[in-house]
């Protein structure tokens, strides 16, 4: 049976510092698409990550073990893609407009590109809904849908309690559906819908 993820921390921290790889494999994906629909860029994404675990591992004697380990993790997840997406504005208010997406400029020169710009439209308009949120309904929000973690997990990361983070991905999700239906409908009224 494999070791759980508190198991591993426990570990590491008694002298076994390989055993973090396999934190770093079971956790990278999810961590990266949380990252990515956050800061919007795939390279930037894949900084947030690196630059968590690099400070997972720097301060894995500040873990306690009598929160889980995922919670610990997705925090500072969290406050790499502030500081990050902070730093990032400011060089796109210095510089002007943004980049184009990595992720996109990359699907056009596959043969579904079609596909692949109306996938990036839809996660396009999916962020700027969620960007439209208040920060910690859409962190909520996307800890919850794009992170896979548990409401007790939320509670942990975001340092709130348990029916805390349960009312921050409740309303973050009754705001994105507003605000679909409200974009939905100016649209059909100016023919942009069927």
Request: aromatic share 6%; with cysteine.
């Amino acid at each position: 049976m494999p070791l759980s993820d508190d198991q591993i921390m426990h570990s590491v921290l008694d002298g076994q510092p390989e055993l973090f790889e396999e934190l770093v494999r079971r956790h990278r994906p999810s961590l990266l698409r949380t990252a990515q629909h956050t800061l919007k860029n795939h390279a930037l994404a894949e900084e947030a990550v690196q630059e968590t675990f690099l400070a997972a591992y720097a301060k894995r004697a500040t873990f306690d073990p009598q929160y889980p380990f995922r919670g610990w993790l997705w925090t500072i997840l969290l406050n790499a893609c502030r500081t990050i997406g902070r730093r990032e504005q400011r060089r796109t208010d210095r510089h002007g407009s943004a980049e184009i997406s990595d992720d996109l400029v990359a699907a056009t020169s596959h043969e579904d590109a079609f596909a692949s710009v109306v996938d990036a439209e839809r996660d396009a308009l999916l962020s700027l809904h969620l960007d439209s949120l208040p920060e910690v309904q859409a962190d909520a929000v996307r800890l919850r849908f794009f992170g896979g973690l548990t409401f007790e997990e939320i509670a942990t990361a975001m340092d709130c309690s348990l029916n805390g983070a349960k009312q921050r991905v409740k309303k973050g999700l009754e705001r994105l559906a507003a605000a679909i239906k409200h974009a939905h409908n100016r649209g059909a009224d100016q023919g942009d819908f069927p």
